[in-house]
């Protein structure tokens, strides 16, 4: 795809990454003694966005954000230009798959030595800093000589009802219908603090529709929640589903790949 077509999928995916960082401004719910301190905690660290890669952004820029929502909603967050213009783009995606291959089986290879490997199978070129390699393993937690993908998980709970919800959906069982054989599958809803069943309901079909049915439903019984945590499943990931809840308000947030378990 050339670089000057605008990607609308892209921009959207920027948009939403945008929000969830301002989203506790906007709805109010940061717990730092003011939105500057708050943006300044954000801007601290590096972040990841929507396509991997890991970048860093000035406090102001978040405040710019938020103005700029203020005045045009989601729309106004949306890039209008490339959105890694301008951002380290060392890393791509098969870089990135090589770098968790070589942790998972070698856990207490260190960052030069990835760098080597990842040189001589032509993951990254000479351009690419080791830095990078050292940044992305520290960021994304894979410095122990411990199994890169098991994750510390602490137990955490919003401190109301509304903050944040969070949706799942299985497959429960089959049903013979007209001689034929189904899939039923369950879509959720709950409430992170009050562990209320919001939302719910039973389909033949796992899709993104659906979800959005049972979320329309929630919402009117419930009211907008400021959050809606999600795994990377089709039925969430979605550009419509990005859009609603910017529309509304609610940050949209997407457990990290290869991470479903950080919903539990």
Request: with cysteine; hydrophobic share 35%.
């Amino acid at each position: 795809m050339s670089d000057n077509k605008y990607d609308l999928d892209a921009a959207v995916q920027m948009a939403h990454f945008r929000f969830g960082l301002i989203a506790p401004v906007i709805n109010g719910t940061y717990t730092e003694a003011s939105q500057t301190a708050y943006f300044k905690r954000v801007a601290s660290e590096p972040l990841s966005l929507p396509d991997g890669r890991i970048c860093r952004y000035s406090y102001k820029t978040l405040e710019k954000w938020v103005s700029n929502y203020n005045i045009g909603g989601i729309d106004a967050l949306m890039p209008g230009t490339r959105s890694d213009k301008g951002v380290s783009r060392a890393l791509g995606d098969t870089a990135v798959e090589e770098i968790y291959r070589l942790k998972e089986k070698y856990p207490r290879m260190n960052a030069t030595r990835i760098y080597e490997q990842l040189l001589q199978g032509s993951f990254i070129t000479k351009d690419v800093n080791v830095c990078a390699i050292q940044r992305f393993i520290k960021h994304n937690d894979l410095k122990s000589a411990r199994n890169p993908n098991m994750r510390d998980r602490k137990a955490f709970e919003e401190a109301s009802f509304g903050i944040m919800w969070q949706a799942d959906t299985c497959h429960i069982c089959r049903i013979t219908e007209d001689g034929a054989s189904r899939k039923v599958y369950c879509v959720m809803i709950i409430d992170d603090h009050a562990r209320l069943l919001t939302g719910g309901g039973l389909f033949y079909s796992d899709s993104a529709y659906n979800f959005q049915k049972v979320l329309k439903s929630a919402v009117s019984a419930y009211a907008i929640p400021s959050k809606l945590l999600v795994d990377n499943g089709a039925p969430y990931a979605n550009t419509q589903l990005s859009l609603i809840c910017g529309s509304i308000g609610t940050a949209l947030i997407h457990a990290k790949p290869r991470d479903g378990a950080a919903k539990d």
